[in-house]
């Protein structure tokens, strides 16, 4: 299996701070990334929630900083440091305010306010060079199933060349395999990117064929770029939102989650885009 062809499995856990994700992954992985999320800009990658990623995983990282300061590049040298901090070694795919279809559906902000910002977030982590640091926009699978104007994949688009990957945030009540995906890998082959699953999970229930269903279709389905496959997939171990953290504690889910990330388990430090 050469290095492309590797599919990383992870998951994020209950604690910002990933407190939890040793006995998590203890108990379902060995997991190869995770899952993480930082309200504001950290100083350093090492004061991040993604500090602890370093040398064991790679990391799946989004953050919430200020969409005015960010668009109007009062954030860019702080977010430079930031990911100048990022070790060479260190595999990342950062984003800023994932899945904003769903946010701005809520009146939280606009598109005008976050396609900028966005933008502007891409291109200053880009700019900085780092060889294992990508790009990516997370949105929801929901807005590929139901596209609704203003928070379609389309109109979310910052243009080509800021996103090194596309993902997507899914769950068991809308759908399986290529009903629930398909949308995503369809837009990700048109941008020629490759595709990921940053969050993964049941909702009403655990279902472990589910679970194994998705998986499936991740492992032999690609979009764009020179992958086969599905880049990295993290189920969502929290309930949040009122989701069934999967595979949260539930025997059966860890055991199926575990064998999943047997079978398929990519060393992280050989993991390339």
Known sequence: ????????????????????????????????????????????????????????????WSCKPDLAQLSGRKLDNRLREFVRSVPDSHAAFLTCWHEPDGKIRRGQFTLAEYLPAFRRFCEVVKSVGKPRVYTAQIVEAWSGQRPTKGTSYKDLWPGDDYVDLYAVDGYSNTGSGEELWGPAVEFASSKDVPWGIAELGCVDFIDTSWMKGQVSYAARTGAGGARERCAFLCWFSNPTGGVVPTPGTDPAARATAKRISERYYTRPESFAL
């Open 1 to 60: 299996m050469t290095k492309r062809d590797g599919m990383l499995v992870g998951a994020s856990s209950v604690s910002l701070k990933g407190k939890d994700f040793g006995e998590l992954d203890a108990a379902a992985g060995p997991f190869t990334v995770r899952r993480s999320y930082d309200r504001g800009l950290p100083r350093s990658w090492a004061e991040s929630v993604a500090g602890i990623d370093v040398g064991k995983r790679v990391s799946v």
